[in-house]
């Protein structure tokens, strides 16, 4: 029987069942290593699963091509070099997400400018990345965060516009969609990742996807050690390194996407869902979201917190109570990138080195808050039934009760 005592103060937890287990994977999987071990073929130049899973991958988001790579940090540097980004060159994008969307740029050698978000949608804020844009501005990275596709409208009309490259962060939007069309080639490339906590996974993993010719070739020049695809074995055209996906991860990819149409319309119910339910607790909330998403991949489910409807306590300390009770719930990025010190450093380093004025440091107030106030769920939440999203509602009533 539950009791009104915090599961942190000695109570017992109102969940005592796990979430569904991620990764989820079956007996196919286990068949499909075992006949990339049995062939002798465990990469995938002499293999045929990662081709395959391009394809496939590609089609499933209705693009024409496909490269898979190592992992979707890796994607994104792939995708940067294909488009001749460089030492010097500014590269827009958000200060809210993980650090590899910033830290590919800088490994290039050119420098994020981050322009805020949006407090509905916590992604880029498009009027503010077209005051952002500069002479050294090469490219716009716009992230869906959580799997909530940015607005790809207007980021695509300014790229147009400025004749600017704009790259899709998708790394955590399988199988997500903006006005009825799936992400990941509405801009020039789009990057994906496979890693662990992804909603498809093969423990790492990544692919770039576009609809256009000259970016795939680039992209497959880039990630095949500079080779081109009808050249010689050591004919190096460009300067670049291995990137490739081995067969193993193809092979599980290749089922794992099987799933991800029915998981995809589970997350996307149970998040409708609960983001209804949410409406019994005064000061935690779903985000808004933008009406043009036609399909959030919910990898992570996204939470406004108010801490005066939670007896002033922060949200780590809220976050520390869900998790006693089973819930869980993350605090998300302790800070925007543009603060992140290492990004700081390396900005400062290249600007140095090239003799020039480092950016100036953005103003991001809505980042700022979101790292406040902001809180996630895992994707695995949402794979459950609608009692066990029922229990994050009634979760955070019990804290609620509990701190009033």
């Known amino acids: 029987m539950e009791t009104s005592i915090l599961a942190m103060d000695g109570g017992r937890p109102l969940r005592a069942q796990p979430y569904p287990a991620w990764p ?52 994104l540097e792939v995708c ?66 959580g799997g909530e596709p940015a607005d790809m409208d207007a980021l695509a009309e300014i790229a147009r516009r400025h004749g600017i490259v704009l790259i899709e962060d998708a790394c955590q939007a399988h199988g997500a969609e903006w006005c009825g069309r ?36 680039r992209c497959w020049s880039v ?11 050591y004919g190096h055209v460009a ?7 081995s067969e193993w991860a193809g092979a599980v990819l290749r089922v794992q996407l099987t799933r991800l149409q029915g998981q995809a319309e589970r997350r996307a ?32 489910f996204k939470l406004w917190y108010d801490p005066q409807r939670f007896g002033g306590r922060d949200k780590a300390e809220f976050a520390k109570a869900m998790q006693a009770e089973g819930i869980p719930i993350s605090v998300g990025y302790p800070r925007p990138l543009a603060q992140e010190p290492v990004i700081r450093r390396r900005v400062a380093f290249i600007a140095d080195r090239l003799g020039l004025e480092p950016p100036t440091e953005a103003q991001c107030p809505v980042a700022e808050s979101v790292c406040e106030r902001g809180l996630w769920l895992p994707q695995n939440v949402l794979l459950g039934s609608h009692a066990d999203v029922e229990d994050v509602v009634r979760a955070a009533l019990k804290v609620q009760r509990a701190w009033a």
């Open 269 to 300: 119910r149970n998040g409708a869902y609960l983001a209804d339910t949410l409406a019994e607790v005064s000061g935690l909330s779903a985000i808004p979201g933008d009406a043009r998403v036609t399909r959030n991949a919910y990898h992570l």
């Open 80 to 145: 940067l070099m294909a488009a001749g980004v460089d030492w010097g060159d500014e590269v827009i994008t958000t200060p809210y997400t993980f650090i590899a969307t910033a830290s590919a740029c800088l490994l290039v050698g050119a420098m994020p400018r981050f322009v805020d978000v949006l407090p509905d949608t916590w992604n880029l804020d498009p009027a503010l990345v077209e005051a952002a844009i500069t002479p050294r501005t090469k490219a716009i990275i716009a992230v869906h965060l």
């Open 182 to 217: 799936p992400v990941g080639a509405l801009g020039d490339m789009g990057c994906f990742s496979f890693q662990a906590s992804k909603n498809i996974t093969s423990g790492e993993g990544g692919i770039i996807l576009t609809n256009d010719e000259r970016w795939y070739e």
């Open 24 to 75: 989820y994977w079956d007996d196919r999987e286990e068949a499909v290593l075992l006949d990339v071990l049995r062939s002798g073929e465990w990469w995938s130049v002499g293999g045929s699963h990662v081709t395959r899973f391009e394809d496939e991958f590609a089609a499933f988001h209705g693009a024409r091509h496909g490269v898979a790579v190592t992992n979707g940090s890796a994607a």
């Open 239 to 245: 300067l670049a390194s291995n990137y490739r996906l």
């Open 223 to 233: 990630h095949n050690v500079g080779r081109q695809r009808e050249g010689q074995w």
